[in-house]
């Protein structure tokens, strides 16, 4: 038996308004939630039992996978009343672990894509005889992670969490979001209270000379903790960049779930995805974008990089670029709406007012949009 914690309860603040109905891991990825793909690729690996650690907006997971045999697994649900911690929700998932204190159990960060050889890891881990194993990826730009540098071996000798400076750039390996952890090493967690795994429990381990490998390995990886990533990992799996077996089709170009209607001179491309009963009107343009259930884009409107939220409008002309929409709202037509732009749940924006100068060449042949670049709403 190989078992997995599954690490669900952030709230993923940085992806708002995407996650004011819906918990990060829940948002729809290439036609599924996301959690959808970690679960399948899970199962895929041979893991058989997993346990989800929940806390924000829980109560939508086990509706959705119920006991997990759909999907070829054991699943069972941890609530936590209050935010514990990565470390802390893995020591209040634990009670539910089947497996004695020498067995090996698999943690995932649940807002992580991720190509990574699961049974590598934890093939790993026993080879090492190892008390923790952590998947290690390289990045161009560190700072934003946890730095984690090793020894010729793979032993891990220090953890650094989002380095501040360039003294503290000593490597580009950074914590890659899964681990192997054996058994009772999760028991020597505190037990209800927050704890960080990265800041507390990985640098004490250390400290008392546990033996943590770093696994290193350069396959696909991303952390979904900002829109456009979101955007970027839902296309790359609808193109097949990453493997899923989640995926509810062929990989291409665009992935049109049942009940959409889209416009037969309108343009999918670049791994789009429309949801269940969205409409892509005539002329539009909709490239490397997330349309979600229900939403409709209106005729000769221009989405690239972007999210239009559950049963929002995008009005006629309308161009959206690496703009994210809330579920429920409306642009009117010819908007225009720029990198980094959000438009809150259930928010209006009106058409745009159109104004030409006379000697303006546009005026008499065209309209060009109203610019609202970084809109914030």
Not at 148 to 165: C, I, M, N, S, Y
Request: proline content about 6%; some cysteine.
């Amino acid at each position: 038996m190989t078992e997995a914690i599954l690490l669900v309860g952030g709230q993923g603040t940085r992806l708002r308004p995407v996650t004011v109905h819906t918990p990060k891991p829940m948002v729809p990825a290439a036609g599924v939630p996301f959690l959808a793909h970690q679960l399948a690729r899970l199962a895929a690996a041979g893991v058989d039992h997993v346990v989800m650690a929940t806390c924000y907006l829980a109560e939508v997971f086990e509706p959705h996978f119920g006991d997990g045999s759909a999907h070829g697994l054991s699943l069972e649900y941890v609530v936590e009343d209050e935010p514990l911690g990565t470390g802390g929700a893995i020591r209040h998932a634990a009670r539910r672990l089947r497996g004695g204190p020498d067995r090996p159990v698999l943690v995932l960060n649940g807002d992580i894509l991720s190509g990574v050889d699961i049974r590598g890891l934890v093939a790993a881990h026993r080879e090492r005889g190892a008390d923790v194993t952590l998947h290690l990826t390289r990045v161009e730009d560190p700072r934003a992670f946890g730095l984690v540098p090793t020894d010729a071996d793979g032993r891990v000798l220090a953890f650094t969490e989002k380095p501040q400076t360039p003294e503290e750039i000593v490597t580009d390996q950074v914590n890659a979001g899964a681990y192997v952890f054996t058994r009772s090493v999760i028991d020597t967690i505190p037990e209800g209270r927050a704890v960080s795994v990265e800041r507390e429990t990985f640098p004490g381990l250390l400290a008392r000379g546990a033996y943590l490998h770093g696994h290193a390995e350069d396959s696909y990886w991303l952390d979904l903790g900002r829109p456009e990533a979101l955007v970027q990992a839902s296309a790359d799996l609808v193109r097949g960049v990453v493997d899923s077996p989640a995926v509810p089709g062929e990989r291409g170009e665009s992935l049109v779930l049942p009940g959409a209607e889209v416009a037969a001179d309108a343009l999918l491309a670049a791994g789009t995805v429309v949801g269940a009963g969205a409409r892509i009107g005539a002329g539009a343009l909709v490239h490397g974008s997330v349309v979600l259930d229900g939403a409709e884009v209106g005729e000769g409107a221009d989405v690239r990089r972007s999210l239009v939220g559950a049963g929002a409008r995008i009005g006629r002309r309308t161009v959206l670029d690496g703009a994210v929409v809330g579920d429920g709202a409306r642009v009117g037509a010819d908007n225009e709406l720029r990198t980094g732009a959000r438009v809150w749940c259930e928010a209006v924006l009106p058409d745009a007012v159109l104004r030409f100068s006379p000697d303006d060449p546009a005026a008499p042949t065209g309209r060009r949009p109203q610019t609202t670049e970084g809109l914030q709403q």
